[in-house]
């Protein structure tokens, strides 16, 4: 045997993390620029100028941020040993995924409200959804995503964290980090928590929807 290559090897590459790193970068490059496109056509086209579009646009904008809460971040820790984020930068997350999120349900349904009048309501359609109108349903469904989110995050901040630190997550949501010491103090805090959950949206959403129809 040729005993001339004894290299010793001290290191390894996995191609398993660079090759996830490549998919998830690709994937959300894409929801990014396809975002983005959609956005500028409907705000460069004329004839894209009505209710159903404008709401279209604010949709891609929010589900754009909505990616970008978590998914940067996983992608980096894909090259990185060090795969840690700091407290503020977890409750950041907390908030803002639970924010976007539950405002762009509210916009789902608002959009859903949209194709009822264009459906039932066609001659009065433009009347009904006007400038106004939509653009105060835009700012009901971010106004009720910020609720939502500072509701959990109050309560949360306050909340004494001890070990362990690891999350078995690639980000920080409310179930994984509310690890307390005191199981009394947690479900104190479960009970006197001012949560709004999805169920009451949608009622809020549906009240917002009976009292439209009776305005109009």
């Not at 983005?36 to 579009?53: E, F, G, K, W």
């Not at 920080?172 to 947690?186: G, I």
Request: hydrophobic letters at 45%; charged letters at 15%; a negative charge.
């Amino acid at each position: 045997m040729d005993g001339g290559n004894q290299s010793v090897v001290s290191e390894f590459v996995i191609l398993g993390l660079v090759l996830l790193f490549v998919v998830f970068s690709l994937f959300y490059l894409f929801i990014v620029s396809g975002n983005i496109v959609i956005m500028i056509l409907i705000t460069t086209d004329p004839h894209l100028h009505s209710p159903m579009y404008f709401l279209l646009a604010n949709l891609s904008f929010v589900d754009m941020w909505l990616s970008s809460v978590t998914t940067p971040k996983m992608i980096a820790d894909f090259l990185r040993e060090n795969k840690s984020i700091s407290f503020a930068g977890c409750m950041s997350q907390v908030f803002f995924a639970h924010c976007i999120a539950a405002g762009e349900m509210v916009l789902l349904v608002v959009m859903a409200y949209d194709r009822y009048v264009a459906i039932c309501k066609p001659l009065h359609y433009f009347t009904i959804m006007n400038l106004r109108r939509c653009t105060g349903l835009v700012l009901t469904c971010w106004t009720i995503g910020f609720i939502h989110a500072m509701s959990h995050l109050v309560v949360i901040v306050e909340l004494p964290f001890c070990g362990p630190k690891e999350i078995d997550s690639f980000f920080c949501d409310m179930p994984l980090d509310e690890d307390v010491r005191d199981e009394k103090q947690q479900e104190r805090a479960n009970t006197d928590e001012p949560t709004v959950d999805g169920d009451h949206e949608l009622q809020f959403v549906g009240v917002c929807t009976c009292q439209l129809e009776k305005s109009r």
